[in-house]
């Protein structure tokens, strides 16, 4: 299970550059700057019994689209055992699923082996513009050289502290074993051009601290508190979303003959909560969807 730490340790490291999104190089993607909106997909899975092996993979660097889905179905056997994995997912601003199910069982009190995996790493990324006619506009870079001493007024007469919330269904996870195991992780950013901020506590690198990094390594979901973050009139507040689901299955005539693990996150999402003042503010994403709090 080592490939756990591994994999959330970069996952850690993807999302303390958010603008970058360097998880892209360890999913064989091109480097760079995410679209203003789009998903990432990156799926493996596999079922082995005997000689019979079964495996997918999909792969999906950023792409500027609504929404993503899929599912695929694994199933391996012999006489003496047999196993599946299989899963479903969803990447959409409305909400990131992923559902898996690893199960089987030895056939034979004498013989029989079999393993399987299935990890589904998802991302959606927007960009939020706020605007508010009660409020002056953000000024622009260029404007500094021409009014130097009343600039940083102009900034903070135009600056809106807004909070946004990490919403999800309440996750189902069960069936955990010594050979039959899963670690889910929720990363949430949101940044804009005078702050940022995430959601989830856990130690990060060195000069992290709880307040600014984030994820909950196995564990089925997480719970927070809304994060608060400031934007500028007329300018706009990056979100990105991962949800991580490592699951890993084995089975053994004498130590694990049988197992049956689901591990799903469901619905996981940003949304933006009203604030009092401006009264007037409204909210444009790139991906045209709404993300106010209901």
């Known amino acids: 299970m080592n490939n756990f730490a591994t994999r959330f340790t970069l996952l850690l490291f993807v999302l303390s550059l958010l603008s970058s999104v360097q998880a892209q190089v360890g999913a064989g993607c091109p480097n760079g700057e995410p679209p203003a909106f789009g998903y990432f997909v990156n799926i493996s899975a596999d079922a082995g019994v005997g000689k019979d092996h079964k495996k997918t993979a999909e792969k999906t660097c950023w792409v500027v689209a609504q929404s993503k889905s899929g599912q695929d179905k694994l199933e391996s056997q012999d006489p003496y055992a047999d196993l599946t994995s299989e899963y479903s997912y969803t990447v959409a601003p409305s909400g990131i699923s992923a559902s898996v199910r690893l199960y089987g069982q030895v056939n034979n009190v004498k013989r029989g082996f079999g393993s399987g995996h299935a990890n589904i790493w998802l991302m959606w990324h927007d960009t939020l513009t706020f605007r508010s006619k009660s409020m002056p506009l953000a000024p622009e870079p260029k404007d500094e050289i021409n009014n130097r001493d009343g600039f940083e007024l102009l900034v903070a007469k135009s600056i809106i502290n807004v909070k946004v919330k990490l919403l999800q269904d309440p996750p189902q996870c069960a069936g955990e074993s010594a050979n039959f ?99 007037d503010l409204t909210i444009t994403s790139a991906s045209g969807a709404n993300y106010w709090c209901p």
């Not at 995430?198 to 997480?222: A, H, L, R, Y």
């Open 181 to 279: 195991r899963y670690a889910t992780g929720v990363l949430v950013a949101a940044r804009s051009g005078t702050s940022g901020a995430s959601i989830g506590p856990w130690q990060g690198p060195e000069g992290s601290t709880q307040e600014n990094w984030f994820v909950k390594m196995d564990k089925c979901g997480i719970k927070s508190d809304p994060i608060s973050t400031t934007v500028l009139n007329g300018k706009t507040l990056k979100i990105h979303i991962t949800v991580d689901n490592v699951t890993q299955s084995y089975l053994d005539f004498k130590e694990s003959p049988e197992g049956h693990l689901k591990a799903d996150l469901s619905n996981v999402r940003l949304c933006v909560v009203r604030p009092a003042k401006p009264a």
